[in-house]
């Protein structure tokens, strides 16, 4: 028998790796990868047959045969039975190939969604609840049009949190919301295309009675004196830049919330007093809403007496220079040019501006 002489072991040869692959490696699909993920997050053929929808049989003829062929391919099964009414058990081997399956699932299904948005088969719109309403005028102009040609027309609730790592990471093509910025100033306009709907000053909505609060404004530096309930999103924002990033240490907050409507829902039920920063519009709708239920809310006017002076944007946004690598009819530039014409119809204050050349 011949043996190899001493020196490094020749580079292999992928096509050759390719064609020499294991029949039981290449009986594999997608399909039995995908019910062996839920069956690893839900612990059983059973609790995996009712998310998938199918038989217990069928799910639990594909984990068996995965094992048989992974016991040929690495000499040892994926998964074995604990007993009647326990969940599976995953083996090294299984473990490893659920995560392999998760990642090779995951990047097919980002590729093909990749395919489907440059070829207009598919957008994705990122929204928040304040500008829901923009969107849906714009969605009548396109909605007969999106569905003779079958495009799929996609929703995502995006919090500010979460709005430009979305944008950024290709999980949504377009962004409609609000962020906080310097007066006179459009954020992020050097890595997106922008197109402005409205600005607008916060207001403070307050639940507290006017013996208690006998002020028809508040100053910024004051707002350490008062209680502050906190969503999530802008309101945060505006504190932070105001009052730094460690102000849920120096101010008087009283609750801190995911989402501003649950804001409200306290304050009208008295769960929580306080106040909380709003845009106008929201903090109108909250106390004629509450004087409907017989509740007391107001708003106070907040002055601008610290740096920076700040205000909310609504506006439109999309990856810089995407949409000119697309022709006109693509989904992402009618759907563009339906929401400028709505903000163009909106009759804000400010003419609409886009920060891309065309604008």
Same mark, same amino acid.
């Given at each position: ?7 490094p072991?020749?580079?292999?040869d ?23 993920v839920?069956v ?6 059973l609790?995996?047959?009712?998310m ?5 049989s ?22 074995t039975?604990?007993?009647r ?6 083996t090294?081997t299984g473990?490893m190939?659920v ?5 090779t ?21 990122g ?6 309403r923009?969107?849906?005028r ?11 040609r ?16 979305r ?17 006179g100033?459009?954020t992020?306009h ?8 409205r ?7 307050t ?8 002020v ?14 906190v ?14 990033? @460690? ?10 919330i ?6 409200i ?5 008295r ?7 709003a845009?106008?519009?929201l ?5 004629? @809403?509450?004087?409907?239920e017989g509740?007391e ?11 920076p ?15 000119d ?8 530039n009618l ?6 014409t ?7 204050p400010?003419?609409p501006?886009?920060s891309?050349a065309g604008?």
């Amino acid at each position: 028998m011949s043996r190899r002489p001493p020196g490094p072991v020749p580079a292999a040869d992928p096509l050759a790796e390719l064609l020499d692959c294991a029949p039981a490696l290449l009986d594999t699909t997608l399909d039995q990868l995908r019910t062996l993920v839920v069956v690893h997050e839900t612990g059983s053929a059973l609790h995996a047959s009712r998310m998938l929808d199918r038989e217990q049989s069928s799910v639990q003829k594909q984990v068996d045969t995965l094992n048989r062929n992974f016991q040929k391919l690495c000499g040892e099964t994926l998964v074995t039975k604990q007993g009647r009414g326990k969940d599976f058990l995953f083996t090294a081997t299984g473990e490893m190939v659920v995560e392999n399956a998760r990642r090779t699932l995951g990047r097919w299904l980002d590729e093909i969604h990749s395919s489907r948005r440059r070829t207009g088969r598919t957008i994705t719109v990122g929204t928040t609840e304040c500008t829901l309403r923009l969107l849906a005028r714009a969605w009548d102009r396109l909605s007969d049009e999106f569905t003779r040609r079958d495009i799929d027309f996609r929703l995502a609730h995006v919090r500010t949190g979460d709005f430009w790592s979305r944008l950024e990471a290709g999980q949504v093509d377009l962004l409609c919301g609000s962020v906080v910025t310097q007066v006179g100033d459009i954020t992020r306009h050097d890595k997106y295309d922008v197109m402005e709907w409205r600005r607008g000053s916060p207001v403070i909505l307050t639940n507290l009675p006017v013996p208690e609060l006998p002020v028809s404004s508040v100053g910024t530096s004051r707002l350490g004196e008062l209680p502050l309930i906190v969503p999530a999103g802008p309101a945060a924002d505006f504190l932070s830049l105001w009052h730094g990033p @460690g102000f849920r240490g120096r101010l008087n907050i009283v609750a801190e919330i995911d989402d501003l409507q649950y804001g409200i829902a306290l304050m009208r039920s008295r769960l929580a007093r306080g106040c909380m920063i709003a845009t106008r519009a929201l903090g109108r709708q909250a106390v004629d @809403g509450a004087a409907a239920e017989g509740a007391e809310m107001r708003l106070l006017e907040l002055t601008h007496d610290t740096e920076p002076k700040l205000e909310m944007v609504s506006a439109v946004f999309a990856r810089k220079g995407e949409r000119d690598r697309y022709e006109p009819d693509h989904p992402l530039n009618l759907l563009w040019e339906a929401l400028r014409t709505e903000t163009a119809d909106t009759g804000r204050p400010s003419a609409p501006r886009t920060s891309d050349a065309g604008g």
